[in-house]
């Protein structure tokens, strides 16, 4: 049987597939993929693909193959990428053979990269899918993170499909398109119109959950909201704290929350929020709904 | 299904976007038993005649989320089904409501918040504990966690708590603000911690992976 034994994993190290959704009426998100295009992407250039890939994380992931061959494929963000040694190009698609051992450490840019096989990986469908929900602790391996000394069994080989080389679309450097939220009209017009004029920097706490973002302009400095009613969250969704901590909720997010949420990314935009890095300057800039559906279909960033 | 054909009036809702794949109808901006009580009987609406292009219909405290394929209906589109269907019959909750037995222990080393709650609210544990187990609650909503319930309402209220307990395991019950909820996961509270039961709301091995539904009943019952 083929294996693939964990020798190195950096903390959020997940098995995620396309994600399970339909289940946020018994209080569950959907996870799935951090950067969902590059996911695909994975799966594409594969041709044949498993549903099931390792998304790591600038924290890197070291693993070997045992017991047989595999296909696989590597692309989010920029990682540095080596196999038995040799630096490799990124994105790659590889041969993987009896005791390769892949390496993956950061590069440039990007916080979340997808390590796609040709075999799905034996783990238990949990609701329908094998996505870890950290913050459910369900599916994956075990609902965890994977960790050094995992060993993670390879079923057959997937049928293959015609394999296509999707080359990544620019991330583009401009603002982060949002939709103005459930409780923007509780912010005050000044503390909205800040809100798109300043820039955020990406802060160094950042998960699945959420990425929390650092205010130094201040845009939320004194924002009293209170008591709200607790309300359905989704990916995207901009809530600020009660200290005025502004928190761009993600894959694992909580499927409901009773913080005032002042926007909400848009779906086209969230792959691109995912992989910015702690330190990285970030603004937003308000969509139409209309804008924001044109973009899903156009599939590029600005 | 035994329902009257008459449409149950259900207060005007905002219909408002969240996000570009979801339709919020929201009853009111506070909780309300009568918001409440639309919301769950929306959903119930909803499930009887999904609208093509909604993905999930998410029942919450005092709104329904829809969620859509922007691919396959738009979102005036939707709003506008959403209206008729606001107008209509369906959804009523006939009959009775299916009522759960809960049994559970308060107070101790399970509920060590419950002396604090019952000096609170002047009474001695006993019977806070009584009045809190008097009559029937209804499940509000499911929400926060995986299987974790909100119930309510109680004439008694107490406010959350100012220190959050890092974890509370499965099955402890908590009071705050004239509600009791029920954990199904272990979590993080700031909520009062009264006591503890076997029942579980969730299982990921069966699917649905919940037991409890909005606008079903609750009637615990203290045991040793």
């Known amino acids: ?151 993670l069994h390879l079923g057959d080989a997937v049928a293959p499909l015609p394999a296509l080389h999707p080359r990544a679309t620019p991330a583009g450097a401009g603002p982060v398109r949002v939709l103005w939220g459930l409780h923007a009209d509780l912010f005050e017009a000044g503390v909205r119109r800040r809100f798109i004029e300043e820039t955020f920097l990406v802060s160094p706490r950042i998960d699945r959950m959420g990425a929390r973002l650092e205010d130094q302009a201040g845009v939320f400095a004194g924002a009293q909201i209170l008591s709200l009613v607790s309300d359905a969250v989704v990916p995207g969704d901009i809530q600020i704290l009660g200290d005025g901590t502004p928190i761009v909720l993600m894959r694992d997010h909580q499927p409901t929350g009773g913080y005032p949420r ?41 | 299904m035994a329902e009257t054909p008459a449409p149950v009036p259900l207060p005007n809702p905002l219909i408002v976007p969240l996000g570009d794949h979801g339709l919020l109808v929201r009853f009111a901006a506070t909780l309300s038993d009568e918001a409440n009580r639309a919301a769950i009987t929306f959903a119930r609406r909803l499930g009887e005649r999904m609208p093509e292009g909604v993905t999930e219909i998410d029942p919450n405290l005092v709104s329904v989320l829809l969620k859509y394929d922007p691919a396959a209906i738009g979102f005036e589109r939707l709003a506008g089904e959403v209206r008729l269907l606001l107008g209509r019959a369906g959804g009523a909750v006939g009959g009775k409501p299916k009522r759960h037995r809960i049994a559970a222990r308060f107070g101790g080393a399970e509920g060590p918040d419950l002396a604090d709650v019952a000096r609170q609210l002047g009474m001695r544990p006993a019977d806070f504990i009584a009045a809190h187990n008097a009559r029937p609650l209804r499940v509000l909503t499911t929400g926060f966690a995986p299987g974790f319930v909100y119930c309510g309402f109680h004439a008694l209220s107490v406010p959350r708590r100012t220190t959050v307990r890092p974890v509370v395991p499965p099955g402890t019950i908590l009071f705050a603000a004239g509600q009791t909820a029920i954990t199904a996961t272990p979590l993080p509270t700031g909520w009062s911690v009264i006591g503890r039961t076997e029942f579980c709301n969730f299982d990921p091995a069966i699917d649905p992976p919940t037991v409890l539904r909005e606008g079903d009943e609750i009637v615990f019952k203290a045991v040793k």
């Open chain 1, 262 to 302: 002042i926007a909400t990314v848009i779906d086209a935009d969230l792959d691109r929020m995912a992989q910015l890095r702690p330190g990285a300057h970030v603004r937003f800039a308000p969509v139409t709904l209309a804008e924001a559906h044109a973009a899903l279909r156009g599939g590029a960033a600005p």
């Open chain 1, 1 to 151: 049987m083929t294996t693939l034994r964990i020798l190195r994993a950096g903390p959020l190290t997940t098995l995620q597939d396309a994600g399970r959704p339909g289940h946020l009426r018994h209080g569950i998100s959907a996870a799935g993929p951090m950067d969902r295009a590059a996911f695909r992407r994975t799966g594409a250039w594969l041709g044949g693909a498993g549903a099931t890939a390792i998304e790591f994380t600038t924290a890197g992931l070291g693993l070997r193959v045992e017991g047989g061959a595999v296909g696989c494929a590597l692309d989010g963000g920029q990682f540095t990428l080596r196999r038995n040694g040799e630096t490799l190009a990124w994105p790659a698609r590889l041969h993987l053979e009896d005791g390769d051992v892949v390496d993956i450490a950061p590069g440039p840019a990007g916080n979340y990269g997808y390590l796609r096989l040709g075999r799905e990986i034996d783990v238990p469908l949990v609701l329908g899918s094998r996505a870890t929900s950290l913050v459910s602790r369900l599916g994956g391996l075990e609902g965890r993170e994977l960790r050094a000394g995992d060993v």
